[in-house]
């Protein structure tokens, strides 16, 4: 069965620091990884995903996330944090066969300080 | 010109009682989810349908039951409510169930049982 683990429930950066958010999966065959963001009483919002192809990936709002197989990971990264960055970040997989079936991670909730 | 909507976005009942949440997408997606967040943020996907036939059922209580009247409706039923069932509940949108296409996800309900 598939697993995620995102390391640290909360991470808390300054503004303009750089922001890292760890995702590591567990599961038999490479699967399709995602990062969805998540706004105080909002729904999810998908910042990027990997399905195959080059590793690194481009995401909305200036993120990025790098598939390593090897390691298992799949960890977000943005340059430059900014006070709107702040949200629930949560990692989630899905197998490559059958219907789509997203498994989360427990969330990383980021605070950005001024 | 909502993607996902979901009503009510509250809801506080009494332990026993029936009650509906309503999901609809506007998107021309295929394939709507319904997935529960609970108290400590973690996500976990519930159903699945894709064009009116379930295809998705996790280990969820029979007092749970999805209703697809159309592709564009996926409505939750729960009897019998019980403490436990206090979450915020997401419906979700896809183009395909069986590719890694994004999955739009509505504002959620959140469900106060007391």
């Known amino acids: 069965a598939q697993s995620v683990t995102q390391l640290g429930s909360h991470v808390s950066v300054s503004e303009g620091a750089l922001v890292l958010l760890r995702c590591n999966y567990s599961?038999?065959?490479?699967?399709?990884l995602f990062w969805y963001v998540q706004y105080p009483n909002q729904g999810l919002q998908l910042l990027l995903k990997y399905t195959t192809g080059a590793t690194l990936v481009k995401g909305i709002n200036g993120f990025e996330a790098e598939f390593k197989k090897s390691e298992t990971s799949f960890h977000l990264t943005k340059p430059s944090a900014h006070m709107s960055d702040a949200a629930e970040y949560f990692c989630?997989?899905?197998?490559?066969?059958?219907?789509?079936?997203?498994?989360f991670g427990q969330g990383t909730r980021l605070t950005i300080n001024p | 010109d909502t993607a996902v909507s979901q009503t009510p976005k509250y809801l506080v009942t009494q332990m026993g009682n029936d009650k509906s949440i309503k999901c609809e997408q506007n998107l021309g997606h295929d394939t709507m989810y319904w997935y529960k967040q609970d108290s400590k943020k973690f996500l976990k996907i519930m159903f699945s349908y894709n064009n009116k036939e379930l295809i998705i059922n996790e280990t969820v209580p029979n007092r749970f039951s999805p209703k697809s009247p159309d592709k564009a409706h996926l409505n939750l039923h729960i009897n019998s409510l019980e403490l436990g069932d206090s979450a915020v509940y997401f419906c979700?949108?896809?183009?395909?169930?069986?590719?890694?296409?994004?999955?739009?996800f509505g504002p959620g309900t959140r469900l106060t049982v007391t």
């Open positions: 599961s038999s065959v490479p699967p399709y």
């Open positions: 979700a949108s896809s183009q395909d169930p069986y590719r890694s296409y994004e999955q739009y």
């Open positions: 989630a997989v899905s197998e490559k066969q059958g219907a789509q079936k997203l498994v």
